[in-house]
């Protein structure tokens, strides 16, 4: 979906759909009654003191996922990516040198870029973003804090705000302590002497004028004003408004219809609405907020403590329809982020391309979404990528010629799936993830004289040509008659092929890899086994 749609060719069958991004585009086409004429306008924001991460990927694609919803509607559509590269750099980032420590305070567009590539800081960090929307195919507007506030894009809403600043302080004051709100004013000149923004305060004010006159004396964290007192116009970038006023100046003055944001925000929003609704006199933007990611632990991730993962990360070991499943699923509900999710992500994209082709009617389907409305023209071959990192660790190799030889026992797939670019992209990517997470970890296995016994049995009925569903059946009998649980049973096998509790369906695996490879990966195991406690047992 590359350019705005500029047919006014409505498609009203947009109203019945239930999929989460259609019902976020109702609630705005129902603003403005399914006008064909409005350009439904969304802003995603990001703040340049640090990369662009996951967390930035996923706001840009859920925000994408409701404009393609109007767009496959027929109606026109714009996105503002806005970055707020006015914003003080508060603390020098991880892994950054530390001259950058002698700029603190001062907005991010003011200070030289620790790269040498750029103008400054915070153009680095935009680069980056607009490389990251390049490659996704985003429709966009770039837009600055630093060049919007310059141009006077935000003068008439600056006004505004500081004739209605009695309206504006009850508004923020329940949020602030009483000795923050003593010296509290919405605006933050930038110091004419130090260039900090951080460390000014507001001492008087000509609203009539729109001048301020302000001293550079506040503390923030280990910072501190330069001293220095002067007087400055509060319009044409000579400071900008706190991050609370200047988010909802920022919807008025640039007609934003719709904007996501981090659960964090709920707040911030709540005070832009009224911001927007007494001051400015009109509705805020319609709006969905999104859940945080969690570690492996159930903690939130941490950006600043180098905690998660990063997109290039992720698209190492996964598929770019993965990712965007990923930001796709249930974005109200909090999700683990972390490596060991991707392979049954890749998986499921697999399943969403197998259930959306298997249909002669589709009118709603996720996997429209996370193939960016190209569902009809993808279809990817019923591959699963755990099955290839099971194989890996069962026959101890990576070879793709190998592992493809292996694959082609499976009935469903063709000459052309087993020789096509997707199925060599998923050998290579799960070969990376196998001996990055799965080889390197070490599977000692401690067998019991019954589990060898059970193993025994089990390897004994392997010599005979069995089915796959024979197969399956055995792993019952055996310990069923033998009185021990089968669970445990499956358990012990799924440990000597994948170094797993669990894995896929016994019999299919044993039969793709062939009864008599199965039988030296038993056997092997075995010895291996009483071959370690020898040698412990010399050693004792």
Not at 17 to 25: M, V
Not at 111 to 122: N, T, V
Not at 137 to 159: H, P, V
Request: net charge negative; proline share 4%.
């Amino acid at each position: 979906m590359g350019k705005n749609t500029t047919s006014v060719e409505i498609n009203t069958d947009i109203k019945e759909k239930k999929l989460w991004p259609y019902g976020e585009a109702n609630k705005l086409l129902k603003r403005y009654d399914y006008s064909p004429d409005h350009i439904y306008t969304f802003e995603t924001g990001f703040g340049p003191s640090g990369f662009p991460h996951i967390g930035t990927f996923g706001e840009v694609v859920r925000t994408e996922f409701i404009i393609n919803a109007l767009k496959e509607a027929g109606f026109k559509t714009k996105l503002i990516v806005f970055s707020d590269d006015l914003d003080g750099l508060r603390k020098v980032p991880e892994d950054m040198p530390d001259w950058l420590g002698e700029h603190l305070g001062k907005p991010v567009s003011s200070i030289p870029d620790p790269f040498g590539e750029c103008e400054s800081f915070s153009e680095h960090m935009n680069e980056k973003l607009r490389q990251m929307l390049d490659w996704m195919e985003m429709d966009y507007e770039f837009r600055t804090s630093r060049e919007s506030y310059e141009n006077g894009d935000f003068d008439e809403a600056i006004k505004i705000l500081l004739r209605n600043y009695n309206t504006l302080e009850k508004i923020i004051a329940p949020t602030l302590s009483k000795e923050t709100l003593q010296d509290w004013y919405p605006f933050f000149p930038i110091c004419e002497k130090c260039g900090s923004v951080l460390t000014t305060m507001v001492k008087d004010v000509n609203a009539e004028g729109d001048t301020v006159q302000y001293s550079c004396t506040k503390t923030h964290g280990v910072l501190h004003g330069c001293g220095f007192e002067g007087s400055q116009t509060a319009l044409k970038g000579h400071g900008k408004m706190t991050w609370r006023v200047d988010w909802p100046m920022r919807w008025y003055a640039l007609g934003i219809d719709y904007e996501l944001y981090g659960k964090d925000l709920i707040e911030s929003f709540k005070i832009g609405r009224r911001i927007m609704n007494q001051i400015f006199r009109t509705k805020d933007p319609e709006n969905m907020f999104y859940e945080m990611f969690l570690d492996e632990g159930g903690a939130k991730i941490s950006k600043s403590k180098g905690k998660g993962l990063t997109v290039e990360e992720w698209l190492k070991y996964g598929t770019t329809e993965s990712l965007y499943l990923l930001m796709y699923r249930r974005p109200r509900k909090a999700k683990e982020l972390s490596f060991n999710i991707i392979p049954s992500y890749v998986d499921d994209v697999i399943s969403l391309s197998s259930g959306y082709h298997s249909k002669t009617d589709v009118k709603e389907h996720e996997f429209e979404f996370i193939t960016r409305f190209h569902a009809k023209e993808t279809a990817f071959p019923n591959i699963s990528y755990m099955l290839i990192c099971n194989l890996m660790t069962a026959l101890k190799s990576g070879d793709s010629k190998l592992i493809k030889n292996y694959l082609s026992q499976q009935k469903d797939l063709t000459n052309e799936d087993l020789e096509s670019d997707f199925l060599s992209g998923m050998i290579e990517k799960a070969g990376k993830f196998h001996n990055d997470f799965i080889s390197a970890k070490k599977h000692d296995i401690a067998f019991s004289d019954e589990d060898i016994f059970l193993l025994g049995q089990f390897v004994g009925l392997l010599y005979t040509e069995l089915s796959a569903e024979e197969i399956h059946n055995a792993v019952y009998t055996i310990a069923r008659q033998n009185d021990r649980n089968p669970k445990d049973f499956f358990r012990i096998i799924y440990l000597v092929f994948i170094g797993q509790d669990r894995g896929p369906r016994i019999g299919s695996f044993v039969k793709m890899i062939g009864q008599e490879k199965s039988v030296e990966i038993i056997t092997g195991a075995i010895r291996a086994f009483f071959d370690e406690k020898n040698r412990t047992e010399m050693e004792a």
